[in-house]
């Protein structure tokens, strides 16, 4: 299947610049400036390698999990600094933007892929399936799409409530194909919460490809039949996903929601579970390297002799320290004890679940004698 | 003041509509008609359509968008029009709903009330009859209570609707209109897991909730005067969490317990009363806990009121049965 991306215009996806970093799409450039690029740049950089150390870190069993995000890091760090750091962001699985962005520890992020008990969840879900209300990043259920409704549900409160938050709500393409997604464009259409919609299409669900996941040509579209204005652009170009985002929270104080269909591709495993080699076949791989988005951006950043090869190095050699410090710190954290998984089960316990954690301390501390 | 089921659950809603400006109601027809059994009538006129919501008919919606407000400091209070409705929302009441604050550690809560018409007893047939609570007490995260007179309507709902947690309220939609009484409606909340006993007995305890309450304490009477059997009723009342104390103190002066409710037997909720009594009182029992349920089979319509949903000659005949039992 031929890269979408190369066809940019014809497929109406919105583009600002090509696989070389050159400016010749059909969408302006934002004229971020120097640093907010480099800032971008960076923290997809940073991503980058915290992927790379989190698939060793699984392979070598000191985690559990990873979900692979390499391929994927424009999207989600372009997306996040075109909403307001009060905004609500419910994240897609690959989607770690928010937590480096609004000023959330590496040690803290790390401390979520081993569990410990002092990261927000404490140590309760698997590795990458974070969150953390300080920073505004939802934890949200981990069936996917399962979540769309409660983004729309929050912009809707926003709304009632007469708050200035928005919400990004992100979810995969497959995720179209769920209940929630069509409830929530339902719900949108009617009631226009200040609500922006990004479908982060990678190409695949798992090892199902798109062909099998829907008739339509496209996942925008999807929300014509519900009034929700939609737009399609190109993942893997952070700028144009910045600039299409940033008219879409705009957009939400006028006609309400705004379903984005940024197009990207999967370049690693679903899941560390998971093995493409089944389903995918390594030229398509190929196709997509040219549109790789972290070297489009350097590209971008080298034509405005705004980096240079000593800043690369220099870049990787910190993101590499400083994920190192975060490990060690984040692996020597306790984790936590048997008694902790009957805490917020509700605000207040109960005498049932007390029982059974009096009973299952006993039996296992001392054997129940 | 005197009400119906139905007056003092409206009444509740209304109150906390006045004094809460987070309170919201959604569902199907809740607004403009009042639900199709007319709950929330007059509720629309009185507090707006910004509060009374009309939602598309799209359970699973109705509940999602519900958590999404309840998640931002909402209160929303969803109608689900028959609880034989509910099961397109299931996941999102039991792994969306009752999971947000463990999964978040706390960080993320979702103050949520469920309203799930249900019980036989209207010729409703298969999905407009159900018992639907055995669904919704596995896993944790969701308290469940089932008001059966007019008081307890109104202060459990009020309960419900200031609770922190998600609360599934399981209402009696055979009593709405049928049942009324005094009920206090001085806008004070009562304590969710706490039972009621409905009629005071020495020789046998039937333990029951929702409409069957009535049925049973009838029985209780009858079976008094016409076999000399002392019963005592239980109203459970509130299912998550649910009164052991107060369930084991009556089984261990009577010795003997009958389990009565209208979901099927295999599974329903007094499979899990028969185990924890059992467990608590294994030395007073003295006779085996016997239940009297729906059979394992679907709803009928011309026959299911009568022969589906326990009446008074089969729970006479449970009740006979633990009374007379003997080693």
Known sequence: ?369 | MRMTVLEALRAAMAHELENDPDVVVLGEDVGTAGGIFRVTQGLQNRFGKDRLIDTPMDEKGIVGHAIGLALFGMKPIAEIQFSGFIHDAHEQIMFCAAKYRWISGGEYTVPLVIRAPSFGGIMGGIWHSQSIESYYVHGGGIKIVCPSTPQHAYSLMLAAIRDPDPVLVIEPVPLYRTLSGEVDDNGEASEIGVAEIVRPGTQVTALTYGPLRHTTAQVADELASSHGIDVEVIDLVSLIPFDIDLVTASVNKTGRLVIIHEACETLGFGAELAARVQNRSFGYLQAPIERVCAPDVPYSYRVGDDYCRPDATRISAGIRRAAEYSF
């Open chain 1, 1 to 369: 299947m031929p890269v979408p991306l190369e066809h940019a215009g014809e497929l109406g996806i919105r583009q600002v610049i090509d696989q070389n970093g050159t400016v010749k799409g059909n969408l302006d450039d934002p004229d971020l400036g120097r640093d907010e690029v480099r800032m971008i740049y960076e923290t997809m950089v940073l991503l980058r390698a915290i992927d790379e150390r989190g698939w060793k870190l699984q392979r070598s069993g000191r985690i559990a999990f990873w979900i692979p995000l390499r391929g994927q890091e424009a999207v989600q760090v372009a997306a996040t600094h075109a909403m307001a750091p009060s905004d609500w962001i419910f994240r897609e699985h690959r989607t770690m933007s928010p937590w480096l962005m609004r000023g959330a520890s590496l040690e803290l992020l790390f401390a979520q892929l081993f569990g410990a008990v002092s990261e927000p969840q404490k140590g309760r879900r698997l590795p990458c399936l974070m969150g953390n209300r300080a920073v505004n990043m939802v934890q949200g259920p981990t069936q996917v799409g399962s979540f769309i409704s409660h983004a729309c549900g929050v912009a809707w409160a926003a709304k009632l409530k007469g708050s200035d938050v928005k919400v990004l709500g992100t979810f995969g393409d497959g995720a179209t194909s769920r209940g929630e997604f069509h409830s929530a464009m339902n719900f949108a259409g009617i009631h226009r919460p200040p609500v922006v919609f990004l479908c982060v299409n990678n190409s695949w669900a798992v090892s199902t490809p798109l062909d099998c996941q829907t008739a339509s040509t496209e996942f925008a579209a999807k929300g014509d039949a519900y009034e929700v204005p939609n737009v399609r652009v190109d993942g893997n170009d952070p700028l144009a996903v910045y600039a299409v985002t940033k008219k879409a929270r705009a957009d939400t104080d006028g006609h309400g929601p705004t379903l984005i269909e940024a197009i990207t591709w999967r370049q690693g495993f679903h899941t560390s579970s998971d093995n493409p080699d089944l389903y995918r076949l390594e030229q398509e791989n190929e196709l997509w390297k040219p549109w790789d988005p972290v070297s489009r951006t350097r590209k971008y950043l080298e034509s405005a002799g705004w980096w240079s090869d000593g800043d690369e190095a220099e870049l990787l050699e910190r993101c590499v320290g400083r994920i190192q410090d975060a490990v060690e710190a984040a692996e020597s954290m306790d984790i936590p004890g048997p008694e902790s998984q009957f805490e917020d089960v509700f605000a207040s316990s109960n005498w049932m679940l007390d029982e059974q954690r009096d009973r299952l301390l006993a039996e296992v501390r001392d054997g129940g004698s």
